[in-house]
Structure formats: C-alpha cells, structure tokens
C-alpha cells in the first residue's frame, strides 16, 4: 500500500469514528437501551463453520502438528499456534534457535475470516500464507518441496493423502489440507454472538454500557465486522507513537477472544487488557481515558471469548515454546 493509500485509510477510520462518536450521547454510553436491533449493530455473529471434507481436516490437522515441516524438524505450526489455548502463545516474541520473530504471534483462531493475513497483511489467503511461512528463514525456513521429499517417504502419511485427495502428497495437497483444517478453527458462541442472536441475558448491564462506550469513543470505526477488526489496514499511532514504530501500516487485527491473547500489539508491548486499551485510546484516538471508561471497555471485551470444540477459548501459559508465526 501506497503512502497516500495509507494516510487514505487512517483519514476515513477517523471520519468514521466522527460519525460514531456524533451517533451516540454520553447517556448512551451510561445506559445500553433495551431496544437495540442486533441485526442493526456494526458487528455480527461468527457463523458456524461451512462443512469441510473431514478426511482432509484429519490429514491438515495431522499436518499443523508435524515438526517435519521445519527445516529441521523441530517445531511445527502448533508450536506457537497453541490450539488447545488462544490458537497462539503467551510469549512476547516467540523464537526460533533463540532468536525471537520479529513481531507477536496472532492468534490462528478465526484467522479465516481476516481479508489478510498477518501483521502485515501481506498474504491474501491461508494457502499463500501457509507456504510464506514454510519459506521464510525466521521461521520454517524449509520449502514445500522439502516438506513433500520428506512426507513421501512416510508411507502412513502418503495413504493419508491418497485417502483424502486420490493421490500423493503434492504442493496442491498440502497447502489445501493444513487450509481446510484452518477453516474449522473458529470460535462461535461468544456471549456477544449469543446476545446479537437474540438473548437478552448473555451479557450484563455493565457489559452493555462498554460496548456502547466502545461505540461512542470511535472503536468500532476500525473494529467492526464479523471479526470486530481483521478487514482493514491502518497506521497504528495516529496522534501518539503505539509500540515500536515498523512496520507502520498493519492489518487491524480482530478482537475476537482478545481477552486471552495477551500479550497485545506488534509488539508485544502491552502486557494487559487496560493497559492495550488505555494506550489505544492515547495513540489512536488522542483521549486519556479514564478508568471508568476504560474498565467498561474491557468488560465488553471480555464477552467476545468465543468456544472452540465445546469448550471456551482460554488465555496461554507462559510455557516457552519455539516456532512458526502466521495468521
């Protein structure tokens, strides 16, 4: 993206936080009314996931898990991509042969519905990024051909892929199951969804007053969408510097199960939940937020933790673990 397309984009997040903030009174931010129309609001619920080839979701599963995928088979994409947690790690930079990765590892949950992927956004679907990241020397630092010269001398794995695609393991094959797999890690079922489909008692009165609180300050201008975020770029730091300044332009990343992705940023740089959003408001907004209004914020983030396998999205531990980076 351009410079000019840069300053585009901060220009219209701005107008529209303009015409958030003349949408809704204080008093709206104080007291959520009873008559919202969900079917209104600038966020809308995660749908269930579209039915994917269970063999090819077994096999692409099978494959985000194997270490074989590293040059030299040490890590894999769950190494940092902790399903059984926030789908990332607790770790600021996660490393590879001690050497940490530039930027904090997102999350991979609901990755599928980011227009781009990346901090950076410079990959424009999960295959593409999948390979970028079999590719790239801080990373995998491997290639999709080695991938397959090792795959194809393990029979198990090679019968696998015959029985999910009717041949052997090839480029195609592979980038598509370990995609297919990606595409069922969504996280439905946040009390925000349940409360946007219809039940009233999903979130709190205090929750409520954060997402109209949420609304009024101009948050909603770049998270919004079934993501609350994830659909465009913006320059992070807009009136105060936010981090460490490269790269300049990111892909708003989503909020979805924010409260369990600590630590926050590029960079890692805000260890909690109020202190990413007080220095957001700083940095994004020119507002020092007071306390009320950040701890009302926070209560409404907290309703965006989703489920995954029946089970609720929970934060990392801080377990030291090695590997890749992607969505």
């Not at 590293?70 to 790690?89: E, F, Q, R």
Request: proline share 7%; aromatic share 6%.
């Amino acid at each position: 993206m351009t410079t000019a397309a840069a300053y585009g984009c901060g220009f219209a997040c701005l107008l529209l936080a303009l015409v958030c903030l003349s949408a809704f009174s204080p008093a709206d931010a104080q007291s959520p009314g009873s008559e919202v129309r969900a079917d209104r609001e600038p966020i809308t619920p995660i749908p269930a996931p579209r039915a994917q080839d269970p063999q090819r979701v077994l096999l692409g599963e099978r494959l985000f898990g194997d270490r074989r995928l590293s040059h030299d088979n040490t890590h894999s994409c769950s190494s940092c991509h902790d399903i059984a947690t926030n789908g990332a790690s607790a770790r600021i930079h996660d490393t590879r042969e001690g050497q940490p990765i530039a930027l904090n590892t997102p999350t991979v949950f609901n990755a599928s519905l980011n227009f781009r992927l990346n901090w950076e956004g410079n990959f424009r679907s999960l295959e593409e990024g999948i390979e970028g990241s079999l590719r790239n020397p801080a990373i995998m630092a491997s290639s999709v051909d080695e991938v397959l010269g090792k795959l194809r001398a393990d029979p198990g794995i090679v019968g696998q892929f015959r029985d999910a695609y009717g041949r052997e393991p090839d480029a195609a094959a592979l980038l598509d199951a370990i995609a297919t797999y990606e595409r069922t890690l969504v996280t439905p079922a946040s009390r925000f969804d349940r409360w946007l489909a219809g039940e009233t008692n999903a979130m709190t009165s205090d929750e409520l007053s954060g997402y109209q609180v949420f609304k009024s300050l101009g948050c909603i201008a770049c998270h919004q969408g079934v993501n609350v975020g994830g659909n465009l770029f913006q320059r992070h730091g807009i009136f105060h510097p936010l981090g460490s300044p490269e790269p300049a332009l990111v892909r708003v990343p989503s909020l979805r199960n924010v409260a369990t992705t600590a630590p926050y940023f590029h960079d890692g740089s805000a260890a909690t939940l109020p202190e990413a959003v007080k220095a957001m408001g700083v940095a994004q907004l020119d507002r020092v937020l007071t306390d009320q209004q950040t701890a009302a914020i926070v209560a409404f983030l907290n309703t965006l933790t989703g489920t995954y396998r029946g089970q609720a999205v929970r934060p990392a531990t801080a377990t030291p673990r090695t590997g890749s980076q992607m969505p």
